[in-house]
């Protein structure tokens, strides 16, 4: 008995001191890996470009849902006034430029900005007296198909654009936006994906465009917002809570 209660301290001892040697369990906030980030590239003409974009209220709620997302593309010119505290955003948006020029200039682009989701909105800067539908369709798929040579597992959200009421300069854009459900149809695959986003559904030239008619105010630029927003959520790693 004595040995016993003489042993009994030590083995103690050497009991704490195990327990210390232990690594100590994670706190719940530093054991949670984040989300990867997802990179996203706004493509498309001045309706892009502008600070009234959809880029900023877009970017804005995919930030406060906690969403890991980041826009890539080789200018960052303008900033939207509605948002302040944000910096100026990334994106692949040419004034005046057709989905012909994009075509060309998205090989000088893309391989260094790579991007896993590209949201394209393109289809403006024609006139419907040149019957342009049939080479926005050919360079609409010239994109695409380009994109997958250099990142096979890129997602392309393919707009049909939003309305003008410059006519009938862009009267050709409801059937032009018929021939890009086509081509989404037609190129998706589920590997591959190319998702159509109806942009032109529920925007009104009337009350969500500046005074020419064209370009979306920010009333404007929230609803493109939207749209992409509902479109991108099913593609997005779930935010870190």
Do not use: C
């Not at 016993?4 to 103690?12: M, R």
């Not at 032009?176 to 190319?194: C, G, H, I, M």
């Amino acid at each position: 008995m004595k040995f016993a209660t003489s042993l009994f301290p030590l083995l103690l001892s050497a009991a704490i001191s195990a327990l210390t040697l232990l690594p100590m369990p994670l706190s719940a906030a530093e054991g949670e890996a984040k989300p990867p980030e997802v990179t996203l590239m706004p493509l498309g003409d001045s309706i892009t470009e502008i600070p009234a974009s959809y880029r900023y209220p877009l970017m804005h709620r995919l930030r406060e849902e906690g969403y890991r997302v980041r826009y890539v593309g080789s200018k960052t010119s303008y900033k939207n006034p509605e948002f302040p505290e944000m910096e100026k955003l990334a994106h692949e948006g040419y004034g005046g430029k057709t989905v012909q020029f994009l075509a060309e200039q998205i090989r000088k682009s893309y391989p260094k900005h790579p991007a896993d989701i590209i949201l394209l909105h393109a289809g403006h800067n024609q006139f419907a007296d040149q019957q342009p539908i049939p080479g926005v369709i050919a360079a609409t798929r010239d994109i695409i198909t380009y994109v997958r040579s250099v990142n096979p597992k890129v997602t392309v959200l393919l707009a049909q654009v939003i309305p003008a009421g410059k006519l009938p300069k862009y009267s050709y854009i409801p059937e032009l936006n018929q021939e890009l459900a086509k081509l989404a149809t037609e190129l998706d695959r589920p590997e591959q994906r190319v998702i159509l986003v109806n942009q032109a559904d529920g925007f009104d030239w009337r009350t969500d465009t500046v005074k020419d008619l064209v370009h979306p105010n920010p009333e404007g630029g929230r609803k493109m917002a939207a749209k992409w927003y509902e479109a991108l959520v099913p593609l997005l790693p779930p935010p870190a809570k």
